[in-house]
């Protein structure tokens, strides 16, 4: 089976510009949830979707959003990007909540 | 919400047993994750233990859980240097939001 896929594995934006990230989740797998990774804040959950619907959010302001297609598919967005934002994205899929299995990420530098 | 503490550094030997250690504060949490990150790489699930159990071994990996201490460990046994990484440990506490909460990770250096 293939696992998680994230595109595109690296990305350079400046500081104002938005940006999409998408994951591919492993086939069969329901949910999708995402992650930050910063050297200084570690590991932080973004949020969750299941079935195209979000039911867990982190605690990251609105700039932050997301959404689930049919497919299972995932994207992420953030807008009005800040030099804080610049952080390793991770995304995991799982069947329905359970064992969580992460892609490469994608590394977010904000200029 | 939940925290989850490791320390942040160990060296072993190649061919010694590395132990990383950490704790949690929610006493309810459920299920608990090691994951492993190389460089430049996402998160690897190595293993993980239910609440109800107090020990797990998975080939060269055994994870013991102390519930009363909130207290979760990873041995590897036989480290080599392939096993040189960021080990974090995960949290998923039973209420509130279904997430994983993570350790700051553990760096493990294997010596030659």
């Known amino acids: 089976k293939a696992g998680v896929t994230q595109t595109p594995r690296y990305l350079i934006k400046t500081r104002g510009q938005q940006v999409t990230l998408s994951c591919s989740p492993i086939?069969?797998?329901?949910?999708v949830s995402w992650y930050q990774q910063t050297p200084g804040q570690g590991l932080q959950f973004l949020f969750e979707y299941f079935s195209e619907t979000q039911r867990n959010k982190g605690n990251f302001p609105g700039r932050f959003s997301g959404r689930q297609f049919s497919n299972s598919r995932s994207e992420m967005n953030v807008s009005t990007l800040e030099l804080g934002d610049s952080a390793l994205y991770l995304c995991?899929?799982?069947?329905?909540?359970?064992?969580?299995?992460f892609g490469p990420g994608t590394r977010l530098t904000v200029l | 919400g939940e925290d989850v503490e490791q320390s942040l550094f160990l060296s072993v030997r190649e061919g010694d047993s590395s132990v990383i250690n950490c704790t949690y504060t929610?006493?309810?949490?459920?299920?608990l994750y090691w994951y492993k990150q190389e460089p430049g790489a996402g998160l690897q699930l190595l293993t993980y233990?239910?609440?109800?159990?107090d020990m797990k071994q998975d080939q060269r990996l055994t994870v013991l859980l102390n519930k009363k201490d909130k207290h979760l460990s990873l041995r590897i046994a036989d480290t080599q240097t392939g096993d040189s990484a960021i080990y974090f440990c995960?949290?998923?506490?039973?209420?509130?939001?279904?997430?994983?909460?993570f350790g700051t990770g553990t760096r493990l250096t294997v010596i030659p």
């Open positions: 233990i239910f609440s109800n159990m």
């Open positions: 086939s069969g797998h329901r949910s």
């Open positions: 929610d006493s309810s949490s459920t299920y």
């Open positions: 995960a949290a998923i506490p039973q209420t509130g939001a279904n997430n994983l909460f």
């Open positions: 995991a899929s799982s069947l329905e909540g359970g064992d969580r299995y």
